[in-house]
């Protein structure tokens, strides 16, 4: 039997809905539980708690808000390559590293040292270092390093200058060369 079966309204008079009615409210019945266990235990007033419920919704609200603003500001650096940048043939790019040392300085302020030998490459970030095969496969650059994580960044150029795309979060980066 049903609530309007019985004569009775949907939404009680007094105490308003229980959280069972509304999916939504799962979440504010696990938290109003942990609050008043903690009521419980550690013998907090009333008015305590129902101000620290009060917040914790508050505050998932806002965040649930401006997580959407949060995500599209995020990006402050480029992650298009440059207009003019073309990918560089394979022997083009094995020659143009060989020998050479890149300084490339990250949107997050780390300056970042690659030195390409013949078959290894090594890495210096702040007073981390690292060493790693590398190759060129097609238009990017793979280094298999010992402790940093494994992976490939694509390279294109402007001119003589060559420009990385981060494999971690797809900043463009200009790779000098000395």
């Not at 409210?25 to 266990?37: I, N």
């Not at 790019?93 to 302020?109: D, E, F, P, S």
Request: charged share 20%; proline share 7%; hydrophobic share 45%.
């Amino acid at each position: 039997m049903t609530l309007t079966q019985r004569g009775e309204s949907r939404h009680p008079q007094k105490g308003g809905c229980p959280p069972k009615n509304h999916k939504v409210f799962s979440l504010l019945r696990w938290l109003s539980l942990a609050f008043t266990v903690a009521t419980v235990h550690f013998n907090f007033e009333l008015t305590l708690w129902v101000l620290t419920r009060e917040v914790c919704v508050r505050t998932l609200l806002i965040g649930w808000l401006f997580a959407p603003v949060l995500a599209l500001a995020q990006a402050g650096f480029p992650t298009e390559f440059p207009p003019g940048a073309v990918p560089v043939p394979p022997d083009d790019l094995q020659k143009k590293l060989t020998g050479r040392v890149a300084h490339m300085k990250y949107a997050n302020g780390a300056e970042v040292r690659v030195e390409y030998k013949d078959t290894y490459a090594y890495i210096n970030v702040g007073n981390l270092a690292d060493m790693g095969k590398w190759r060129v496969q097609e238009t990017q650059v793979c280094i298999d390093w010992q402790r940093f994580p494994a992976g490939c960044f694509e390279v294109r150029a402007v001119g003589d200058v060559l420009y990385a795309k981060r494999a971690t979060n797809g900043e463009i980066v200009a790779m000098p060369l000395k």
